[in-house]
């Protein structure tokens, strides 16, 4: 039994699906080898997220982290900062490192969850 690979993109934040077609397609004088997916079903999509970095501007925001975390980002800062040699206070460094592990453990518990979103296929000619 022949394999039908498919293959997935991102353009303007969609998700398009194409399926891989031997024996091509020309329209216009063009020739793809993609075609639209000949049947439909279900899609699981995973996405795994990582904030921007920053640069040391007051005013940057940990993009991609929701705003119950900052706190916990905060803390872990804190915490470096007390490591340091100039500040050295290892208890409350060890504090902080404590508050920022809740924020890890939190937040590796809300991105187990399943979440189940609804989406929409819509047909594309290529």
């Known amino acids: 039994m022949a394999t039908i690979d498919r293959y997935w993109f991102v353009k303007d934040g969609e998700i398009g699906i194409v399926q891989y077609d031997s024996t091509g397609t020309t329209i216009n004088g063009v020739t793809s080898y ?3 997916p000949s049947e439909s079903g279900t899609v699981k ?3 795994i997220g990582r904030p ?3 640069d040391g501007d ?4 940990p993009s991609g982290l929701a705003k119950p975390f900052h706190k916990y980002l905060v803390a872990k800062v804190i915490a470096e900062g007390y490591k340091d040699p100039r500040n050295m206070d290892l ?14 453990i939190r937040g590796r518990k809300e991105g187990r969850r399943d ?3 609804t989406g929409r296929i819509v047909p594309v000619e290529f």
């Open 34 to 36: 993609y075609i639209s």
């Open 45 to 47: 999509v995973h996405y």
């Open 52 to 54: 921007s970095l920053m």
């Open 58 to 61: 007051p005013q940057d925001e």
């Open 91 to 104: 208890n409350n460094a060890q504090y902080f490192d404590a508050e920022f592990e809740k924020g890890v």
């Open 115 to 117: 979440y189940k979103g």
